[in-house]
Every structure is written in C-alpha cells, then in structure tokens.
C-alpha cells in the first residue's frame, strides 16, 4: 500500500489530527487510520453553517475511534474574513459558481493545523478524494501554515474505490452514517450555501431530481404573490436587512430564509475541476445569489466605468484564486487590498422583488451615486452640450476613417 508524502511506513506518525465532518468519508477515516497507522486520531470540526449536520459529532466521532474532538464556532470568522471579501470582489466561477465550498475550505484548514501544531501533531489528514478540488484546497493551506507536516490523505492510499465501498466499510465497523445506497449524493453545506454531487447528477444529460433541493423551495410551489426584500451595504459589506441591523451571521441566516421561500439560489452547472477534468454539481446559495445580486447592482450606481471594467476582469482572477485553493497568497492579499480601495463609496440599499425563482431589481440608492438625472436625461439642458459628441466620434473614429482611405486607394473598389 503507497503511502502519501511524508508518512512512510519507518516513518508512521503517532498522532494524527483529522478535518472532521462526520459524514461518511471521514467517519470511516478515524477506524482506517487506527487500523492502518496504529495512530492516536484527534478530530476537528469547525462550524461553518451545517446546522444539525453537527448534531451528535463529538459522540460519534469518539465512538469511531477518536481520542479527542475540536468542535469550534467559525461562522463569525467565516463571514466577515472570507465571504464578505468574497462579495466585494465580484468573483463568480464560470458564470455561475458563487464560491460556497472553495472559500471555507482554507479557513477549515487553516484551522485544523492550528490544532495540530498546538496538539504536537505529526501528521494532518482529509477526507478529500484524489479527484476532486478540496485535496489541493486543504494541502495548499498546509503548505502555508506548516509545510513540514506530512499529509495523510487515505483516498489515495486505501483499497476503497466507490462511496458503496465505503459504506460498506462503515458497516462492517458499526459506524453509522447518513448516505444510503440508493441516494449517494455527496452534500456540503455552509452559511453560504448546500452542494450536491455524486449519484445521478453525475450524468450531464439528467435532470437534477427534486428530492435533491434542501434549502430552496420549488419555482412551482413558492408564494404566488411573490416578495420583496432591501439589502444594505456600507463599503461593499452588506449591514442590513429590509431596515434591521443584524449581525453578519444573522444577515446570511436571514436572507437564506427569504430567498429559499421564493426558490431564489438553485445553480446546476458542469465545471472544470482545478485537477484536470469536468464535474457536475448542483448548488443552492439563496441567500448568497440576493447579495451579490444586490452588491453588483449597487456597484453599476457607484463605481466609474474604468474602475467597474477592470474590476470585472481581476473578480475572474480572483475566482480562479478561490476554486483552486490559493487564499493564502501574497496575490490574493493584494487583490483584496484592490477591491477594499473600490468598495470605499459603495454604500446604499438595492431592493428586489422575489418571484418563484426570479429576482428583478427595483432600485437602488446611494450617497455617492454617479448618476447624474440633468445629464443623463433625454431632456436638454445645460449640464451636457449634445454638440460635443460630434467632435468626440470624429476623434474616436480617427483612425477608422484613415484606414478606409488607405485601404480604397490600395484595393480600389470596382466600377459598376
């Protein structure tokens, strides 16, 4: 059996701590590393949004074989340190991904070698599969935290090769786990939103089955008279809620709720993996499609043209940065410190009208609007001379009228 980096067999570490959910795959990872390493396994579980998904961790964990378990509330971290920078930016992957596993995964690293480090680790392991982006997301952080601690990755060592092996691994061992072979989705759930892959969706050509839809209710069964909500944002972040203040934890809570009732959020896609190949996946992010939505509304109001354009171009950059797993970057910081700089005068409130899985804008304000109504206006007056433009075309189209003229005088046209 091959052995990953560092973690060779005259090498085995004594004390492995684990990113923990305890789903499937890593519940059946604390026996494999006992049975196979002969380890001390330390589990850390940190709560980003999952909600019950939580509930019972710690017992179920120590009963899998863990000496110990970090349960820790990240939620207020997750939001202000990573999704709000992630709302400023703009960055959408391949026109429809917002982002949601990519970005906690560099904070749920990070924090787990925070505990290996204080534990006296010597190894770190993960669930992830050797297919998939989230290995090169949680290593990438370990590489930038502590990049002498060898990685464990027992996807690609182990003789399983199928989540029906698995489970099947699991119930030999009495690990009790929620996926049942005739529904092997493999779900991620956080404050920003719900996956879905695995089972049927792994065929481009089928639909995505209702019963896969958790936080989204369906377009056909949402409120007739629809609804509408008003987002706030100062500097870019967003700060209320329909007139309320919340905290940034209850704002994302909140918006979820209203955009799940109006089936606002249901993403499907076929995306191009950091490793190589094309997946497909199923996404619902309510609360998070309102706020961008609003946030790039807001944005068109309060950012001049050449600052808009080319922050459109470093948000694909910046995307590109969060889906492979390179948060921990010195170009990452400095796109940040880029998009703070914009986000100084977007402040205001955009409102939106929810219909069954539409959303339709119905304005937006803001202090520091560059909409100018004397000037934009189809009305004349004295803010713009409409006679200036001839002169603007005839400057901007210069160089067109010179190579028409070049261009009759080499290839003259023909007499007719």
């Not at 100062?234 to 955009?259: C, D, F, Y």
């Not at 006679?387 to 261009?407: H, P, T």
Request: proline share 5%.
């Amino acid at each position: 059996m091959a052995r990953d980096q560092g973690a060779s067999v005259n090498s085995k570490p004594k004390k492995v701590v684990l990113a923990y959910s305890g789903g499937l795959d890593t519940s059946i990872i604390i026996p494999w590393l006992r049975e196979n390493y002969g380890c001390e396994v330390i589990a850390m579980a940190g709560d980003i949004g999952q909600g019950d998904e939580l509930q019972g961790v710690e017992e179920k964990a120590k009963a899998s074989g863990a000496s110990k378990i970090y349960v820790e509330d990240l939620r207020q971290e997750f939001v202000t340190d990573f999704l709000w920078p992630l709302v400023r930016s703009g960055a959408v992957y391949e026109h429809k991904y917002l982002l949601g596993t990519s970005i906690a995964r560099p904070l749920l690293a990070r924090r787990q070698v925070e505990v290996a480090l204080q534990e006296g680790a010597d190894a770190v392991a993960h669930g992830c599969t050797g297919k998939g982006n989230d290995q090169v997301r949680f290593e990438l952080t370990y590489k930038a935290f502590a990049p002498h601690m060898p990685v464990i990755a027992p996807w690609r060592e182990w003789n399983i090769s199928s989540r029906e092996e698995a489970l099947e691994y699991a119930r030999q061992h009495n690990i009790p786990v929620a996926v049942s072979a005739g529904k092997l989705y493999s779900r991620d759930r956080n404050l920003w939103h719900l996956s879905h892959e695995g089972g049927v969706l792994e065929d481009p050509a089928c639909a995505v089955p209702d019963d896969v839809w958790q936080l989204t209710e369906s377009p056909r069964q949402a409120p007739e008279k629809g609804g509408e909500v008003q987002i706030g944002f100062e500097s870019g972040v967003p700060v209320a809620v329909n007139g309320k203040r919340p905290g940034p934890v209850e704002i994302v809570q909140t918006l979820n709720k209203i955009g799940g009732e109006h089936a606002i959020g249901r993403t499907e896609l076929v995306e191009n993996r950091f490793v190589g190949m094309k997946s497909r996946g199923a996404y619902e992010t309510p609360g998070g499609t309102l706020i961008v939505l609003a946030h790039r509304e807001l944005e068109a109001l309060c950012l001049d043209r050449e600052t808009a354009h080319y922050k459109q171009h470093l948000a694909l950059d910046y995307a590109r940065l969060v889906y492979n797993g390179f948060w921990y970057t010195p170009l990452r910081e400095a796109l940040d410190a880029f998009f703070e700089q914009t986000q100084k005068t977007v402040t205001g409130e955009v409102r939106l009208r929810l219909y069954r899985g539409n959303v339709e804008v119905l304005g937006r304000t803001s202090p520091h609007s560059l909409y100018a109504h004397d000037i934009a206006s189809f009305t004349m007056g004295a803010s713009y001379d409409q006679k200036d433009a001839a002169g603007f075309i005839n400057l901007i189209g210069l160089s067109l009228q010179v190579r028409a003229a070049v261009e009759s005088r080499v290839s003259p046209r023909p007499k007719s």
